[in-house]
C-alpha cells in the first residue's frame, strides 16, 4: 500500500539544499506503484512533481501539489558478441551506473563520470560531459504514460534528443513517468580523449595507451577539481548551458576577444563555453547574501547556507543580463526552474 506523507520538506531531496515544502509525498519503489498511484482520480488532476536525485532543480516556492520520488532500483545487462546492453531502474544514481559499466569493461559511458542526478532523469534532459551525450549510448526507455495507466517503450528517434533536450522537456513534458533506460555500449573501447583537459591530464599522470578506467577516473578528478560536492555546498551543477550561435554571430566576439573558448558545433554553428563568458564578466567566485558563484567554476551556482531558490534565480538573472550586456549573448539556464 503506497503512503501518501503530507507536508514534507524537500531540503534534502534537492541538491541545492533549498528549504520548501511538498503538500503531498509520495515514494515510488516498484512501476508497479504507479499504475496504483494513479488509479486513484485525485493524483490524476493534481499537480505534479517527478523527483529522482533532485540534481537538476531550482526549487523556487512551496510545492503545493504531489512529488513523485522514483526510487525503482536495479542494473542488469546483457551482451551479444561485441555489443552489450545494460538496462537500469529509473531510481538508480548515475554514477553508480556508469561505476558499473566501468567495473564490467564495458565502454562508452566513462565521459560521463560523475554527472549528479539519477538515471531516469538522464534521458529528459539528454545529459552530457566532456564530448559525449546520453543519446550516443541511449537505446530506448521504458515510461509510465499518466492519462492512459500504460507503459510505452520510447526509441532513441522517439526522444528526439537535440542538445540539453528531449521530447519529455518539451511535447510530452509531464505526460510520462520513466521507470527504467536501457543504453548501448561496447565491449571495444572508443575513447573520446578530445574535450576538456583530458588528454592532458592523462598526459600527466604519464598514461599513454588509456583505458576506459582511466579516463573515468581522469573525468572524475577534473569535475571533482572544478565542481563543489552537494553534500557539503548546495547547487545543482552547471547552472547554464553552453549557448551555441552562428559563425556570424561568432565573428565580432572572436574579434574583440580572441581568446573565447569556443568549440565547433556543426552546420556553421559555435558553441561558446558559457562558464568563460561568465568568468569574463567578473562573476567567478562571487558572493552575493548567500548565494554566488562557485569559487573554481564560474558556471556553477551554490547555496552559502539558507538562500531560498527565488535568491538564487534572481542571482542567476543578473549573471544573464551580464552576458548579454558585454557579449550579445543570450545564456539559458540548464536547471529546471520550479515556481
Known sequence: MLQIQENVSLKNFNTFGVDVNARFFVEINHENDLVELFMDPQWQHTERL???????????????????????????????????????????????????????????????????????????????????????????????????????????????????????????????????????????????????????????????????????????????????DPSTIGNAGSFFKNPVITAAEFAPILLNHPDVVHYPAGDNLIKLAAGWLIEQCGWKGKVVGNTGTWKNQALVLVNHGGATGQEVYNFSSQIIDSVYTKFGVNLQREVNIIK
Open 50 to 228: 517527478v523527483m529522482g536525485g533532485g540534481s537538476n532543480m531550482l526549487l523556487i516556492n512551496d510545492f503545493g501539489g504531489l512529488v513523485i520520488r522514483l526510487n525503482i532500483r536495479g542494473i542488469e545487462h546483457r551482451i551479444n558478441h561485441n555489443e552489450v546492453f545494460v538496462e537500469a531502474g529509473a531510481g538508480e544514481v548515475w554514477n553508480d551506473l556508469v561505476n558499473y559499466c566501468v567495473k564490467h569493461e564495458f565502454a562508452g559511458m566513462e565521459n560521463l563520470s560523475l554527472i549528479p542526478g539519477s538515471v531516469g532523469a538522464s534521458p529528459i534532459q539528454n545529459i552530457g560531459a566532456y564530448g559525449v551525450e546520453l543519446k550516443d549510448v541511449f537505446e530506448s526507455c521504458k515510461a509510465f504514460e499518466i492519462a492512459s495507466g500504460k507503459f510505452k517503450t520510447f526509441s532513441k528517434a522517439d526522444c528526439k534528443f537535440d542538445y540539453r533536450e528531449s521530447v519529455f522537456k518539451d511535447e510530452l513534458k509531464e505526460q510520462f513517468i520513466i521507470t527504467s533506460v536501457k543504453f548501448h555500449v561496447s565491449l571495444i573501447p572508443n575513447l573520446n580523449l578530445k574535450y576538456g583537459a583530458i588528454e592532458q591530464e592523462l598526459a600527466h599522470r604519464g598514461i599513454i595507451n588509456p583505458t576506459i578506467k582511466d579516463v573515468s577516473q581522469v573525468v572524475s578528478h577534473i569535475r571533482l577539481s572544478k565542481l563543489p
